[in-house]
């Protein structure tokens, strides 16, 4: 269960020296610093039911929620996340690992979210489609077709069958949220090759 510091001063109101009581449950192993002034209590709680309320607003993207997906062969350990209008990057080490977090465009963070809750906690990850418009937009351009193609087959190692079962409307409907060459190829591609 996710307590704040005010929680616990409310809690621990009695003690007269409460934040000696925070360190001391912290020491013990009853508390788990998320970031300063949040905490876990429950020390097995997986990290992907905590990123959002690590930093916020986000929902976990890019290749995180592809492994997800199952959309790439790899487990990826790093929750990685997208945020927006942050203007750096930035990630936190804890208890519960290694949690990354990158701005995408205003216009394109509200689309394509999907919301699940698990053990009484929140938590949001991009359908496929949205995470990988979130990471080819923070990729190195592309200059062509042939170019994104290597990008993501290759390089990011995306399942071609997977990609071929993607909802196309969906990229389409984010492309324009994007200022991104990567994108616009991804539009161009799913245009010229993919929609029969």
């Keep these: 269960m996710i307590v704040t510091t005010l929680d616990l001063k409310e809690k621990y109101r009695n003690y007269t020296d409460i934040n000696g009581k925070i360190k001391r449950d912290i020491d013990k192993g009853i508390l788990f610093p998320l970031v300063r002034g949040i905490y876990e209590t429950n020390s097995n709680t997986d990290g992907f039911l905590l990123a959002s309320y690590i930093y916020g607003p986000s929902y976990l993207s890019f290749e995180y929620a ?106 389409l409907f ?5 200022i991104s060459n990567n994108i616009k190829y991804l539009k161009k591609y799913i245009e010229s090759e993919c929609i029969k």
Excluded: M, W
Excluded at 95 to 107: C, N, Q
Excluded at 136 to 152: A, D, G, H, T
Excluded at 174 to 178: A, G, R, T, W
């Design 66 to 171: 592809l492994s997800s997906h199952n959309i790439i062969p790899e487990r990826v350990v790093v929750y990685t996340n997208a945020t927006f209008n942050k203007r750096k990057s930035k990630s936190y080490q804890n208890h519960f690992g290694l949690f990354t977090y990158r701005d995408v465009p205003k216009a394109a963070f509200p689309f394509s979210v999907q919301v699940y809750e698990e053990d009484g906690y929140a938590y949001f990850i991009a359908s496929p489609e949205k995470a990988i418009c979130d990471l080819l937009y923070i990729k190195n351009p592309v200059r062509s077709i042939k170019e994104l193609k290597i990008l993501l087959f290759d390089n990011l190692r995306i399942n071609k069958d997977s990609f071929d079962q993607l909802k196309f409307d969906d990229i």
């Design 174 to 178: 984010l492309s324009d949220k994007y």
